[in-house]
Structure formats: C-alpha cells, structure tokens
C-alpha cells in the first residue's frame, strides 16, 4: 500500500515536472491570474468605454478575468509611471495607452519614467483620424483658402485641453504653415463644440468620431482629413497632405490606442496577448465597435509600435518646444 | 399623430420597465455612498446596455443618473457627508436640520423637490428643447463670465456672521482651485513638482474632509454626547411647508434647466445658484444654513433639474454637456443611432418613447426614494460609537475610489483639519466652496472670451445676453450693499 502510494507520488511529481517544463516552452504558462487592463483616465471617457469593450472581448480569448482599473491623474501620467515601476501584480498588468502617452512626454520633460524604454508595446489596436473642421458659416472651403485668410489676420482653433491630440494637432498646423492662430481651450470636446458651431472660433483638428454627425447634419464643414489616406466614412475628403502650394507633407496626425505593458511583464505574456488581441482585432463585434468611432483596426504590433512611438515622441516633442507648451 | 402606436410599441415593453427601476434603484443606492459617483455608476454600467434594446438602454442610464442626482442628497443629510458633489449644497440646511431631529423631514423634502424638478425638466427637454438648444449655443464664453460673475455675488449673502470671514474663506477656496495646470498654457501651478497635485484638488476627498471629517473630531473631543440627534421617526413635511418651498422647487428647477441645457456647466453650481437665489428670496432669510427647510428644496431642486435638461444638447444638437451625457452618446452610438436634428428625422418615435420612458422615471424616483428613506433612515438606530468609526472608513473608502490614488486619502484628512479650524474660527464653508467651484469658471471663461475676441474688450459687451448678466450682476451687488448698510445702521 505505501508502496503504491510512493509511485503515485512519485509519477505526479515527474508528470508535474514534464508538463511544467512543457508549458515553459510549447505551451505558454501565461496568464496564471486575473489581468488588470489599466485605463489612465478616468471612467467615461472613449479610452474607457474601449477597453471595456476589449477586456471584454478578451478575456473569452484567454479564459481569464481581465479586470478594467481607473487610473486617472496628470494626462494619463500617474497611472503610466505607476506601470514603469512595476511592483506587485506587474506581471498581470496592462495599460490601454492613447496619444496622451507621446504627448506627455513631450510636454514634460521630467517625467519618472522613458515613454519609449521603460515599457513593452505589446499591440496598437486602432487608429482614427481628426478632421479639419470649420463652422458652416465659414466662408472657407479649402484647406489652401484657410491658410490664406490666416496668414493676413487672426484666427483661433478651439481644443478640449492642452496637450490633447486636437490641441497639438492645431499647434502643428500653426508651425507648419506659419500663420496666426491662437489656441483657444475648452474642458472637453462637449464644451468646445458649441463654440464652434455658433462660429466663436474658426476651425478645429476634432476627433473624427466627435465631428462626424455635425459633418452630416450640416453644422459644421469638413476641410480636410488628418491621416496619411483618406477617410473611409468620408471618401470625397481630401487629406490635409493633398494641400497644393503648402509644404503640408509632415502634417498627419492619428488617435490611436494600443496596449502597453511595463518591462518587468513576462515576454511570453506578450506573445500570448499579441495572439489573442489579433484575433479580437478580427472580431466582428471589435471591427463593428471601433467604427462606429470612426477608427479602422491597426496592423502595428510589438517592435512597429514600439519605432511608432518613438518617432512620435521626438515629433510631438518639436511641437511643444515651437508651441511654447513644453515645461521646463 | 400617425407613428403613435409605434411609440407605444416601443416602450410598453418590460424589458424598459425593468431597466428603469433598475436604474433608479441603483442610481440611489450609489449616490448615496460617499466617492462613488453618478458618473462612475453610469460608466460601469455602459458595457451591460450594448445587448439591450436601444431605448431600454438609454433609460437604464438615464435612471442611474436620475437616482444619482437624489441619492447624493441622503447621506449629505444623514452624517453630514455628500454621497455626491451636487448634493454638497443640501448638506448646508439639510444636515442642522437632521440634527434637529427634523431628518425624516429634510429627507422626504429633498425627494419632493427632487422628483418636481426632474418632471419639470422633463417637460422643458419635450416641449422647449429646439429652443432652449438655441440659446445654448448662444452662449459662449463672454456670456459664461457674465453669468458666474452674477452667481459671485452670492458669497457676500452666504457668508454667515461675517462678511470678511466669507470673502477670506471665498479667497482661499479659489487659490486651492488654482493648483494644477494652468487652462491655457499647461504650465504647473502651486504642484511643487508634484504629480498628484498636476490634475488640480479633486473634489470629493475635499468636500468629505471638509465636512464629515469635523463631525467626526468633534464627537471624540467630547467623547459622549455627540450633538447628533438624528430622530428618523421624526414629522413628516407639511401641506404649509410644502405650499411655502413650492415657488423655491419651481425657480430652483428652472435654474437647473437652464444650467443643464448650457455644456459644460453642472449640476454642482446649478445647486448653489438655486440656493442662493431662494435665500435672497425668502423672509427667512436668516435662519438659511441654521436648517432652513427652504434651503434643502432649492439645492435638490437645482441639482435635479439639470438631469433632464442635459439631454436638450444631447438630443436636439448631438452635443453631450457632461461626462454622464458624453456617455450616453456613446449608448447610442453604439446601437447604430446619431443624438442631433437628423434623429429627430429619422427616430422620431423612439425619441417619443424615450420621452415617455424619462417621465415614467421620474415617478419610479418617487418610490425608490420613498423605500430608501425608510432603510437608510436605520442608521439612525446604530449607537454613535459604532456609526462614527463606519463613517470614518466611508470617508477613506469614498476619497480613495475616486481616483484609486491613496494620496487623496491624505488630502481628504488635511481637509478635514481645515473644515475643523473653519467649525472652530466661525468662517463658513459655503463661501469656501463657491470660490472653488466657481472660480476656475470664472477665470477659464474670462481668458476664453479675451482669447477668442482676439483681447478686444468689446466682446464682453457683445449681445443681449451679455447685458441681461451685467444688469443682473449689478443690482445683486446694489441689493446686498443695501441691504448691509441697512443691518449696520440698525
């Protein structure tokens, strides 16, 4: 009897072992707990309801609960330092990051942490264009007019907080162009959009999903588009890159989220989170959500995301520095 | 009306039924927790309404956010903690009159005037919502300033003993408002490098410590006799007390529907414009801030009737004047529909269902507040000693859940030896929490309108809103100057 017991014993520990070191390498020991998706900003907001919407889609993928944390504070900066320290759990955590990550750190120099170095980019997931938007009863019809009639006098953007992607946005259109417009912010786009329509301010560089319905209705008129192609819910659009007789070839700017995660996150939880967030990128429910924003599924995924943010920081970087909004 | 039975078909399902009382149900039960938000509540509860039909999602998160708006209101008064920052003005008459033994009172008067100003909102949003959007974006920034400029004129009328105590707790209230990132620029204001302070002061650790904290001190200096004396089986309200807050609910309502139907204002300064607006009103003046039942009915009556009428931006323009509406709009979305005129086109009838479906949540209001009285009004049965260290863990969970961030824990505690000193030395917090409520709108709209008119000063003076403010501002200060020369004289 003890006999048979030790040989019991003993065939779970060597099958325990075979399998341990199975999973180490065919099989990935990756999760081995609930995932903590951390949202830097607070709830509500479009970052938001999106990774509820991934977590959701997500966690039917990994058999696991991915539960979404709020993290707001300073830009999406506390909770993204937070992530670049590691610490406990780190090696279950992600963070949805959005332009707010470059912007950050481009505006401020001292920040705890290397927007680039300090993290593992693991999947972008989507990107979405702004689009150049003027009052309709702006006598403006194209990007060139615009730039004409700013060159000669005053003119104002309105954005829904400094260093938002619509901010530096109008910012780097004022640099590449040279002409005179004040950046004129509101406490979020909700507030910034009556003040635009009613023509208290001349243009703005809003996110495609805020602006579309006022585009349809009439309210506002669309100049022009901000990605590097055209927009696919607005085929007939120019981009801002198509402007003739204006060096406008380096004015392309995206919305975009993607998940990030801090060094100390195992690299085969990489690769297993980069399989799944695939698949869920390939999810009609996912393809379906995101254009309802207005954002087309993105191809970029680990070391592209990584060259991606790298050459939008030193971007954004330049901008603040003209701008006048980079902190000292 | 041909599509009238199609309207109907659309909403006398159960389906919309169930998510209503849902809705209220836990829009009450999560006001009323200290540092869970309406905001949060509707948040969480997005991800749940995107398998729903589209109109039984809509007033799932419209009765979260109706329940919301009252809930806030029941542990305001109960133990001097604001479930939520629109119901920190309830507090101020709601809270002495609890300790009167008037809670039950001051309770069924907040739900009253609650569920009077969300119908008359409701109406306003179903009648007058092409209108009112028409004034709303009428309104800019210059238009704004004027505005807040008249709503500073309350300090000088909610200072208390001292008017120099009210302007000096007004100061401070804006220079902590001040600490952040400035609007226009970015750069750090009084943060000391710090990067829990970059996002500004939040609100809810400050509103906590300053008033519950006190409470608290003060029952364990004096170690037994607590002077609370919350009696739940106290009187009912009044047909005559009702009769005499009745012209205050309708103001207070119409101020909110005003406030609401503006982006970008709030329930929270609804609150206090309505407050102050029925403390210059009233022959009672003086006994406002001492459990002035008058005082509980305009506060609610201000923050209600914002609820309703932020959907006239919403629904008439596709604009969102909140992060609540912003989410709606997102509910929307998500079900295939635009907020704005071409809905009301294309969906008329579910703009009429979701019409019906809000009155019908008003009413649902009036029952869960009802019930809710009844069991929250239990806490007045817990013994002192063991409902003061409760509160006490409320007020650390509540300043943490905001932000997950232990620093506000902190934050809420230095409060709280602030609204201390402030109990000790007679200053009034309300002043205190005007100037941080108002004084970031008064110096973001003033910067506004300057950036926008290009620093010409003329835009100040640009159209008949603007002078309907001024005018407005002008006689406020000319009535309170009087008004205090008068009471010095005697």
Redesign the interface.
């Known amino acids: 009897m003890k006999f048979k017991n030790t040989v019991i014993a003993m065939s779970l520990v060597a099958s325990s072992v075979v399998m341990g070191l199975g999973s180490s390498s065919a099989f990935a020991d990756w999760p081995t707990k609930d995932i903590h998706l951390v949202v830097p900003y607070s709830a509500g907001g479009n970052t938001d309801v999106l990774s509820r919407r991934v977590a959701d889609l997500l966690q039917n993928e990994l058999d696991v609960n991915v539960i979404v944390e709020n993290r707001p504070g300073a830009g999406s900066t506390v909770a993204t330092g937070r992530l670049a320290r590691g610490g406990r759990n780190a090696d279950h955590t992600i963070l949805m990051a959005s332009p707010g990550h470059v912007i950050g750190a481009s505006i401020y120099p001292n920040l705890p942490y290397d927007a680039v170095n300090d993290f593992k980019f693991i999947e972008k997931l989507l990107d979405a264009p702004n689009i150049m938007v003027v009052p309709s009863s702006s006598s403006y019809n194209s990007v060139a007019e615009f730039i004409t009639a700013a060159k000669s006098k005053p003119m104002t953007f309105s954005h829904p907080g400094v260093g938002s992607s619509v901010h530096m946005s109008g910012e780097l259109f004022k640099t590449l162009t040279k002409t005179k417009l004040t950046a004129v912010p509101f406490p979020g786009s909700g507030a910034a959009l009556p003040a635009l329509l009613s023509g208290d301010v001349d243009v703005s560089f809003e996110n495609a999903s805020t602006v579309l319905p006022h585009i349809q209705s009439g309210g506002l008129k669309a100049l022009a588009v901000t990605s590097s192609t055209r927009f696919k819910l607005l085929p007939n659009l120019p981009t801002v890159t198509e402007t003739e007789g204006y060096e406008l070839g380096g004015f392309v700017t995206t919305i975009w989220n993607g998940i990030i995660a801090g060094n100390a996150f195992p690299d085969e939880g990489v690769v297993v989170l980069q399989a799944a967030l695939q698949r869920v990128k390939e999810r009609k429910e996912f393809t379906e959500f995101i254009e309802k924003m207005g954002a087309e599924p993105s191809t970029a995924s680990g070391e592209e995301f990584k060259l991606f943010i790298a050459s939008e920081v030193e971007r954004w970087k330049m901008v603040a520095e003209e701008a006048g909004v980079r902190q000292k | 009306m041909e599509n009238f039975s199609e309207v109907l078909t659309l909403f006398f399902v159960w389906d919309n039924f169930i998510a209503i009382a849902i809705g209220v149900f836990l829009g009450v039960v999560i006001g009323a927790i200290p540092g869970l938000t309406t905001?949060?509540a509707?948040?969480?509860a997005?991800?749940f309404t995107?398998s729903m039909e589209p109109v039984s999602a809509i007033l799932l998160l419209v009765g979260i956010y109706k329940g919301g708006m009252y809930g806030g209101s029941i542990t305001a008064i109960l133990i001097r903690t604001p479930g939520t920052p629109a119901s920190a003005c309830t507090l101020l008459d709601g809270y002495p009159m609890a300790q009167n033994g008037e809670a039950k009172k001051a309770l069924k008067m907040s739900l009253y005037s609650s569920v009077i100003a969300d119908i008359i909102s409701n109406i306003s949003l179903i009648f007058f919502a092409a209108y009112l959007a028409k004034i709303?974006?009428?309104?800019?920034?210059p238009e704004f300033f004027w505005l807040i400029c008249f709503s500073l004129t309350i300090i000088v009328s909610l200072s208390g003993s001292s008017i120099l105590k009210g302007f000096l707790a007004a100061t401070l209230g804006i220079m902590i408002s001040l600490i952040g990132?400035?609007?226009?620029?970015?750069?750090?204001r009084f943060t000391f490098?710090d990067?829990?302070l970059?996002?500004g002061i939040s609100f809810v650790p400050l509103l906590i410590g300053l008033f519950a904290i006190p409470e608290v001190i003060d029952f364990y200096q004096r170690k037994v006799a607590s002077k609370i004396v919350i009696n739940a089986s106290g009187k009912e309200v009044s047909w005559s007390e009702f009769k005499r807050c009745f012209k205050t609910i309708v103001r207070g309502s119409f101020i909110g529907v005003i406030i609401g139907a503006i982006?970008?204002s709030g329930a929270t300064a609804a609150a206090f414009i309505s407050y102050s607006e029925a403390r210059r009103k009233s022959p009672n003046r003086e006994s406002f801030g001492k459990g002035e039942i008058e005082g509980v009915a305009a506060s609610e009556a201000g923050n209600n009737g914002v609820a309703g009428a932020t959907m006239i931006?919403l629904l008439s323009?596709?604009?969102?004047?909140?992060?609540?509406?912003?989410?709606i709009l997102?509910a929307f979305?998500?079900h295939?529909l635009?907020?704005?005129?071409?809905m009301f086109q294309d969906n008329l009838s579910l703009i009429y269902a979701l019409f019906i479906g809000i009155m019908v949540s008003s009413l649902f209001l009036l029952v869960v507040g009802l019930g809710a009285i009844k069991y929250f009004s239990k806490i007045a049965d817990i013994p002192k000693e063991i409902l003061f260290p409760i509160i006490v863990m409320f007020c650390v969970y509540g300043a943490y859940a905001v932000?997950?961030?232990t620093f506000d824990i902190w934050l809420m505690m230095g409060f709280g030896v602030l609204g201390y000193i402030f109990n000790k030395t007679g200053m009034a917090s309300a002043p205190f929490l005007i100037g941080f409520i108002l004084g970031p709108m008064f110096e973001?709209n003033l910067r506004?309108s300057l950036?926008?008119g290009?620093y010409d000063m003329s835009i100040f003076f640009r159209g008949p809103i603007t002078w309907f403010f001024i005018a407005l501002t002008l006689l406020s200060i000319i009535f309170s100057v009087k008004r205090w020369l008068s009471y010095r004289n005697k």
């Not at chain 2, 709303?136 to 920034?141: M, P, S, W």
């Open positions: 905001t949060m509707v948040a969480l997005l991800p995107f709303a974006l009428n309104f800019g920034a990132l400035d609007p226009v620029y970015g750069s750090q490098n990067y829990n970059m996002d982006p970008g931006p323009l596709g604009i969102p004047g909140d992060v609540v509406t912003a989410i997102g979305m998500v295939g635009t907020p704005g005129p071409l932000n997950n961030n973001d506004r950036l926008i290009n």
